[in-house]
Nanobody, 122 residues
Framework: QVQLVESGGGLVQTGGSLRLSCAAS????????MGWYRQAPGQERELVAR???????TYADSVKGRFTISRDYIKNTMYLQMNSLRAEDTAVYYC????????????????WGQGTLVTVSS
């Protein structure tokens, strides 16, 4: 069984920084694209950033220049460094993997973490 576990959320003041982590664990052979999504109250879930197997990154316009996504390919862990946080960044942040190949050569699609709450106070 493969699962994603996030950590690093919390309460921070406007202009502050937080670092989120997402670790994929289980019988993993390889992990494809990893990404961070967020969902604010009353809004739809949206893409924040994602990173593929060769390090190509995509960011939402709203976070460009403030957030940095990175990945440790050995540890199957992804990070999101969030700087210059704003009140509108307040949301539950979810880790996502579009596919995982297990050691048993099974292809597992669309994994989500449990979410971690980020609250930015003004």
């Amino acid at each position: 069984q493969v699962q994603l576990v996030e950590s690093g959320g919390g309460l921070v003041q406007t202009g502050g920084s937080l670092r989120l982590s997402c670790a994929a664990s289980g019988s993993i052979r390889s992990v494809n694209v990893m990404g961070w999504y967020r969902q604010a109250p009353g809004q739809e879930r949206e893409l924040v950033a994602r990173i593929n197997t060769v390090g190509q990154r995509t960011y939402a316009d709203s976070v460009k220049g403030r957030f940095t996504i990175s990945r440790d390919y050995i540890k199957n862990t992804m990070y999101l460094q969030m700087n210059s946080l704003r009140a509108e960044d307040t949301a539950v942040y979810y880790c996502n993997v579009d596919s995982v190949v297990t050691m048993e050569w099974a292809n597992v699609l669309e994994l989500w973490g449990q979410g971690t709450l980020v609250t930015v106070s003004s």
